[in-house]
């Protein structure tokens, strides 16, 4: 249906039932409600097709129309193995949960597909239903003038007598009206049916789409019908409030009034007071109400309104469940001009000022003084549900609009706490995520939700380098364990990715699908949360970079965008979030108001000079070193004549080096060393965040008024050093894993071994590197317990043995490979004489009897020509860490001591000198007839420490009578194989 039809449908429809006329809105300035339309026809401005837009019904909503309680649905979970990753792999893939919803209708039933989401599977199965059915949802939603006559007997029932005794919040209003006095006894103010019921809300939504921008309508729309059903209610205009023309019976009145509880005690409800002018402080009121009392009566009355019928509500603020609502009076204007018909509507401009703090908070227009409190009737009884708002969660609201206070909020960390500038882990990241933060701000500003869009692009820069490069040549791998190619999680997509990278894009929308802007940073990460976390942050960070100065220029916000990589609509996305945000500003911009900042000692411009306290331990955080603080943020007057506490925390980590801390803490913190203690001043910050961190805020205020500043004690606590691998990133070049696997291939190339077993694979990053190779290798294996590492491995060995099987790959003489779940520490005859068998980095995870063990059944019984076993240098570890050590002179044990919890990764159970390491080896290596070499990589071996990764090659010696195989004769199978691929067999396909 055309736009224009379908508007001249509602019209004519509402005509045609001759109920009551309405008015005519203005769609294309959609700031105002109520507008004249000179010579009376109706304007089709830029944004009609938006607004008039129909909202449609659910394909369950529509089975639910259709059949009611006929249809019935079944939700299940389905485990179905992730498709096409990895066909063939024996590990039970976990991926998400995965729902199937069956639909029973009368005549038939269907299936739908697997969805992640339960409520996804049943409108997925609604939808196939009504395919079948042959209904098209567009088509069968009800008309305008089917909600409009819907509506009408939706308020008919309400004033019945049975809707008194009904479980609905809106009757404990009906019930609370009868105990109103004077004038306004039994009566219903109709803002009360606007907000308590959901089912005029949607009917307006379709009788007239714009409601869905300005709610109040709807108080317009129960009016009208109000007045259409004279016989049973009285709805005088100029009261919005409705009441029974007939008293309800004496018994129904009994009946209803029993539900409720006899608590014969009075309310003392704390709200917030937001005057109109902006200059005007926001106070705390008390809000009394007696027992008989109705609160709507004791919010108008603290407005300066005579009762609560004149009261407008706003929708709820925060969280689903909340009560938290705008109160504020009824502009005058507001009134609906009953007489006028439809053709000739009279101009109704909703006036008064509006409340600028107010609307930024809700998002909703609010005008004039508003008072914000959390009280109302719910769902969850017939008794009043009330909390208090204090000014410290009216100013929680208020940061909440921004990324950055989202994110502090989330920390509970205000004073403290900023919203990183990078993602480089998931296990460094603490507070909310940014992809849920991004998602919170879209509904803040009643945004769509933020859209994703993931791309997978598996080698494709391998690829890509192997084509401008003439020579093969192996793109760098970033390291197995967590590893990244740089601090920022990234994977450099000039250097190459490993196995599969992905990139990701979000768009935001506004609720109307227009787009606000995008973000497609071009830069390739390893784990797909990665890129969405990275992505999400991105537009935060520009967000907050706006907030921080929402009068900036338009040239410089395309500046920033271009910083940050995004691209967006000037035009509406000063639609959507800036009109709101021009509040915030002037809030910040209150801070300080009149003080003198020269009139007291602020440190922070010199932080070099600060006091740190306590002996130096020698532990100190560098960038990406997780710390742990403990810290207090007190309100100091000058000369510290008076403190008051605002934040204190016993133990708060963050990672140095990404701004996940304010920026002088960092400073600061950055010349500690764990154990020592620091207190400084800062200058205040915004005004917002001082109260929304007081606890008292009656006392902040108060030093509000005194010149001060804010002091900051902090102790630290703990120094996490940063995962090994992005240490050795930072130092080496090509990283240690590429160094690793370059030695291997040396050693393959020269013994020309034709097998190879890779013991303790993790994610295959030796075994795929090897594939980039052309070498001897036919037969290669891999094993390790850890199922979650082997999976990965067979997926980047699928993907490229079997996906990308180029005839001309450097990995041709490949015959076949095998994965193994099993402990390196049993035998298995399967690997048996194979050549060469590599051990990389593995032997510090298993406790040292497990690795003396492991080396005695690898000689003993696997017996490969060949064995390589790297393991860190213990020694090299001051050179990775920055030296630690205590001075010369002392005690050498407690040297050792101190440093004894400083490995490479915390999951190492040892980490050998050299020395530790060529005993183990020399002794493995004459027990078993085997000769020894030492070397490694990174570092040289005739330098001080030596060389980062120790390698050991052993190399088997001749036995008299050695036939190459072990002691076992049995064939003992005691791995169990996950994976296995055969050049000879077709590929295996699910
Ligand atoms: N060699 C790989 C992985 C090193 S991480 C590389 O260089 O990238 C250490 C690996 O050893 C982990 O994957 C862990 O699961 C594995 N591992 C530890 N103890 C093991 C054992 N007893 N048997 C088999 N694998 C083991
Ligand atoms: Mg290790």
Known sequence: MSVPTLLSHVCTSLHILNTIDFCLLQFSKLTDWFIQTPGGHMETGGSLAQAIRKPTLTPKAIIHQRFGSNASYTVKEVEEPAQNECPGLAILQKGPCLYRCTLELPDFTVVSDSFKKKKDAEQSAAQMALEKLGIKPSADSPTAEEAWRELIARVKYIFSNEFLSALHPLSSHFKAALRRIGDANGSVPASVIAICDGKPNNLCKIINPTVES???????????????????????????????????PPDVIESSMSQQSNVAECITIMAIYIPCSPEKAVEPVV??????????????????????????????????SSETRFYFEAPKSYLLDMSSDLLNAKVVTLGGPLNARATYICGQDIYGDSILASVGYTWKGQDLFYEDVTLQSYYRMLISKTPNGVYKLSREAILAAELPLTFTSKTN???????????????????????????????KASLELSKSNKKPEVPETAEQEGGYANGNGAVDSKSGGFGSSFTCEVKIYSRCQDLILECAPNILYKKQNDAVQSVSLKVLSWLNAFFKDTAMPLEKQKQLANVFGIKFCPQNFSKEVVQCASVYNCQQNDTLGGKDPESYDVVENDLSSVNIEGPESGLCPSGGSLLCVSYSVSLVTKGELQKELLESIEEFEFEMGTGAVIPCLEVVVSQMSVGQSVCFYRELPPEDLVLAAAKDSENALAFLSLPCCLEYSIILLRVTEPPE??????????????????????????????????????????????????????????????????????KVL?????????????????????????????????????????????????????ACLFGDIVLSSFRPRILIVSTPNYEYNVILQKSTLTSQEDDPEEKIQSQSCKFRNHDHKFEWTREQFKHWASELAVRHNYNVEFSGVGGAADQEPGYASQIAVFRRGILPKDDGHGEHEDSACHYKAIWEWNRSKPPLTN
């Open 214 to 248: 300005h709610p109040f309508l709807v108080l317009s729309y129960i009016m009208r019908a109000a007045a259409g059903l004279q016989e049973l209610v009285v709805s005088p205009e100029e009261r919005l409030s409705i009441w029974r023309k007939d008293p309800y």
């Open 287 to 320: 809000l009394n109400i007696s027992t008989t009392g109705y609160y709507l009566d004791v919010i108008a009355q603290k407005l300066g309104l005579s009762d609560g019928n004149m009261v407008l509500i706003s929708r709820t603020i925060g969280k689903a």
């Open 429 to 459: 990241w603490k507070g909310s995520f940014p992809r849920e933060i991004l998602s919170s701000f879209c509904r803040q500003y009643r945004l769509s939700e933020p859209v994703f869009c993931i791309s997978d692009s598996p080698l």
């Open 725 to 794: 691998d992005r240490m050795e990133q930072a130092l080496f070049s090509p990283p240690l894993s590429k160094q690793r696997v370059e030695y291997a291939v040396r050693q393959i190339k020269e013994s020309c071994v034709t097998s190879l077993v890779d013991f303790g694979c993790g994610s295959g990053s030796l075994l795929e590197s090897l594939l980039e190779y052309p070498t001897s290798l036919e037969t290669i294996a891999g094993v390790d317990i850890s199922q979650k590492s082997l999976s990965r491995a067979a």
């Open 798 to 850: 699928h993907s490229k043995l079997v996906m990308k099987s180029d005839p001309d790959a450097p990995c041709k003489s490949i015959k076949s490979a095998v994965l193994y779940d099993g402990s390196i520490t049993d035998f298995d005859s399967r690997l048996c004489g194979f050549d060469l068998g590599t051990c990389l980095e593995v032997i510090e995870h298993m406790e040292e009897d497990q």
